[in-house]
Nanobody, 130 residues
Framework: HVQLVESGGGSVQAGGSLRLSCAASGATSRSNCVGWFRQAPGKERAREGVASIHTGGGGTYYADSVKGRFTISRDNAKNTVYLQMNSLKPEDTAMYYC?????????????????????WGQGTQVTVSA
């Protein structure tokens, strides 16, 4: 079993930055595919894949909406994946979740595109004001 704990959310003004952390514990060997997702407020809002990383090879993927502004990275010694968010916009306001599962680089991409992970964190709120 893998436990994921997100942290680092908060309230910032547009143009500001935040760094989210996703700390994994437990059977971390089963969490080498890590993805960040977000769900904006409002009913029936779909969960959006933001970024993905393969902690073994370091391959990364980003949603077009965040390319050039967000950076996903990992510290394998700490079993932690980060999401550095710069130039934040009000439309980035959402609950951010990290998710993890096992797989190689190609599988990691498919998991992220499909949102198909076994382990999910509880989320951390990001609010960006205009």
């Amino acid at each position: 079993h893998v436990q994921l704990v997100e942290s680092g959310g908060g309230s910032v003004q547009a143009g500001g930055s935040l760094r989210l952390s996703c700390a994994a514990s437990g059977a971390t060997s089963r969490s080498n595919c890590v993805g960040w997702f977000r769900q904006a407020p409002g009913k029936e809002r779909a969960r959006e894949g933001v970024a993905s990383i393969h902690t073994g090879g370091g391959g990364t993927y980003y949603a077009d909406s965040v390319k050039g502004r967000f950076t996903i990275s990992r510290d394998n010694a700490k079993n932690t994946v980060y999401l550095q968010m710069n130039s934040l916009k009000p439309e980035d306001t959402a609950m951010y979740y990290c998710a993890a599962d096992v797989g190689d680089g190609g599988v990691c991409y498919v998991r992220w595109r499909q949102g198909h992970y076994y382990y999910w964190g509880q989320g951390t709120q990001v609010t960006v004001s205009a």
